[in-house]
């Protein structure tokens, strides 16, 4: 998968299009781990999860490639 991804983030560049992934989406793939770390620290307790786009992604257009 990994190769996968690498190859369309390549393909974009190339073709100047946008990226299939957005600063805030990249903040949340990123929070993934310290929340998990936290929950495992608090015997699996639920964690909040932040919403960097403050509501935002409520609105985002689908991607190029998806419609």
Do not use: H
């Amino acid at each position: 998968m990994d190769f996968l991804m690498l190859y369309r983030i390549i393909e974009c560049l190339r073709n100047g299009e946008a990226l299939d992934q957005n600063v805030y989406e990249g903040a949340f793939w990123s929070a993934v781990g310290p929340l998990s770390e936290k929950s495992v620290a608090e015997d699996g307790s639920s964690q909040v999860f932040p919403d960097f786009t403050r509501g935002d992604w409520k609105t985002t257009k689908a991607l190029s490639i998806i419609s």
